[in-house]
């Protein structure tokens, strides 16, 4: 397995150029994050997607937009690239939670790809 | 809303030496918490987890243990490595359908030989 996988590793981009970060997972995880690495910030959650077919906004989503192709696809589009956008983008992916009669739980584990490092210029 | 505050870095240590790295978070209900770790270029792994109170994570070495009361999940090791040397998050789960981690700013991680 391959786990988690993204593309490109690296892009340069002038601003108001547009371009689509593809991520692919082969773990039959039903949900799918896309988060921005900044310095001295960790991870901001941008969109993720709890199931296929459902997408929903994060903490930073101004800028972008996500679609989830199938269940092992969740792209995000950078329409319009600022500056702002300069960042490391990592993809991640989660396996289903398990609902019994006691409630929810099962894994809360995400796995993540090894990031594209865009820069906008 | 969720959150966590982590130890501000970075961290020099020499091989051998004993390392904590401090996490407090807050959060409603009960998250999850976890620390993941980021070699040099590569993504994020996760190193450990729990996910209730008075639970130990461990992996490598490395333990962290959920404290409720001061709503804290510090990680130590009792001898760090030169291979030990990486950035460390901690971050938490939320209760939410789609489990969305919020994660603490890192902390850099150095061991010298």
């Known amino acids: ?121 | 809303g969720d959150s966590v505050t982590q130890m501000e870095g970075p961290v020099t240590l020499s091989e051998e030496a004993f390392l904590t790295i401090n996490c407090t978070y807050t959060a409603t209900g009960y998250p999850s918490l976890f620390w993941y770790v980021q070699y040099p270029g590569e993504g994020l792994q996760l190193l450990l987890k729990a996910t209730k109170a008075d639970d130990k994570g461990s992996n490598k070495g490395f333990e962290a243990t959920y404290r409720k009361e001061t709503t804290s999940f510090h990680l130590e090791k009792g001898s760090v490595q030169v291979s030990d040397s990486a950035v460390y998050f901690c971050a938490l789960s939320n209760s939410g359908s789609a489990r969305q981690l919020t994660f603490g700013s890192g902390t850099q991680l150095t061991v010298l030989p």
């Not at chain 1, 490391?88 to 739980?105: D, E, L, P």
Request: with cysteine.
């Open chain 1, 1 to 121: 397995n391959a786990g988690v996988t993204q593309t490109p590793k690296f892009q340069v981009l002038k601003t108001g150029q547009s371009m689509t970060l593809q991520c692919a997972q082969d773990m039959n995880h039903n949900s799918m994050y896309w988060y921005r690495q900044d310095p001295g910030m960790g991870l901001r959650l941008i969109y993720y997607s709890a199931s296929e077919g459902t997408t929903d906004k994060g903490e930073v989503p101004n800028g972008y937009n996500v679609s989830r192709l199938n269940k092992r696809e969740f792209s995000l589009r950078l329409e319009s690239a600022a500056p702002s956008q300069t960042s490391v983008y990592f993809c991640a992916s989660r396996a289903k939670s398990i609902t019994g009669t006691s409630g929810s739980w099962g894994t809360d584990t995400q796995y993540f790809g090894p990031g594209t490092r865009l820069t906008v210029l």
